[in-house]
């Protein structure tokens, strides 16, 4: 059984965390967010101390640490822009780390905590749970066995509708969020280059508050892209479902289907992580600069090869609306 502590526990990911934690058979021992609405603990580790300030929440990691227990793993759950400042913490008190997506936002970050993990001689893993999910790793495998020199057509589309709360937390703030592209598009892009290879060319058409969509060319594949938060952007044929997520991913024009199983690949990711065959710093560094690419890029709007969404009428960002 390894102890684990987490930080970020309010949020909305770190049930996740917690039940993974629980299902692996291992035990949370502390977490902390300055949040307090972590009710959910009570599902999984009733008894786990919890804090609302770091220096406490650090004292008693310390004490553990000096103590007959020990940290042996720190789920890292908090908003993006501290992820590379909790997982220096984690490695510094001794504790391999396992971080959500996305690891960092730039890829300098990836190279600093590259010297850190050395000097700590800890281990500091991702989340890419797209990598575990078997449809996913049915399209590899057919990729691998093709020919060798073909180019696919790709098509990806992702929207999970946010309200108006979005753009007020740290999510709609860009320097902590890292965007669209990065905070709700990172494990996509890395599941595309994972399978695919290397980018070689990126172009950005769309990239607004609450849309982006682009195309990238990669070793093995042309994909046209587009992700949003924005509910009116659904098909037509979703919108009269009265859902509000949709997940497409197309192959030659071929409908991929991996919108079940998604609940469970976290639980599958620590079963990895705990036996040492967790993605590391290095294999997240892709993905981490293609978005950091995205980000930066000038939009060239809708020229050349886009994906059909990308024409959806745009809107305006719903506080600037309140304004007019």
């Not at 007020?168 to 399978?195: C, E, P, Q």
């Not at 046209?224 to 192959?251: C, E, H, Q």
């Amino acid at each position: 059984m390894k102890n684990f502590a987490l930080i970020g526990a309010a949020g909305y990911i770190a049930p996740r965390h917690m039940k993974a934690i629980k299902e692996t058979g291992n035990q949370l021992l502390a977490a902390y967010d300055k949040f307090d609405s972590v009710g959910v603990m009570d599902s999984y580790f009733p008894n786990a101390d919890f804090f609302t300030e770091f220096e406490r929440f650090d004292r008693h990691i310390e004490k553990i640490k000096r103590g007959k227990k020990k940290i042996d793993y720190v789920s890292i759950c908090s908003p993006n822009y501290l992820h590379d400042a909790h997982i220096r913490f984690g490695l510094r008190v001794g504790a391999d780390v396992i971080c959500e997506k996305p690891l960092v936002l730039n890829p300098w970050n990836i190279d600093a905590l590259q010297e850190i993990e050395k000097e700590s001689n800890n281990k500091v893993y991702n989340i890419l749970q797209l990598r575990l999910h078997p449809s996913i790793i049915a399209l590899k495998e057919k990729v691998n066995n093709g020919p060798q020199n073909k180019i696919y057509d790709i098509d990806l589309a992702y929207i999970t509708s946010r309200g108006h709360w979005y753009y007020t937390s740290w999510k709609g703030d860009v320097s902590k969020s890292g965007g669209i592209a990065t905070n709700i598009g990172v494990h996509f892009f890395d599941m595309l280059a994972w399978i695919f290879g290397k980018v070689k060319q990126t172009a950005v058409h769309i990239h607004t508050h609450d849309r982006a969509a682009g195309y990238l060319e990669l070793e093995h594949a042309r994909v046209r892209w587009f992700l949003s938060i924005n509910s009116d952007t659904l098909p037509d044929s979703v919108k009269a479902k009265g859902a509000r997520t949709y997940r497409s991913l197309t192959m030659e024009g071929e409908e991929v289907e991996f919108s079940d199983g998604f609940t469970e690949l976290h639980t599958h990711s620590y079963e990895h992580i705990l036996n040492r065959a967790g993605f590391g710093l290095e294999e997240a560094r892709n993905s981490i600069q293609l978005v950091h690419d995205i980000r930066h890029a000038e939009t060239i709007g809708l020229k050349g090869d886009y994906h059909p969404l990308a024409s959806k009428t745009l809107g305006p960002h719903p506080f600037m609306s309140k304004l007019l």
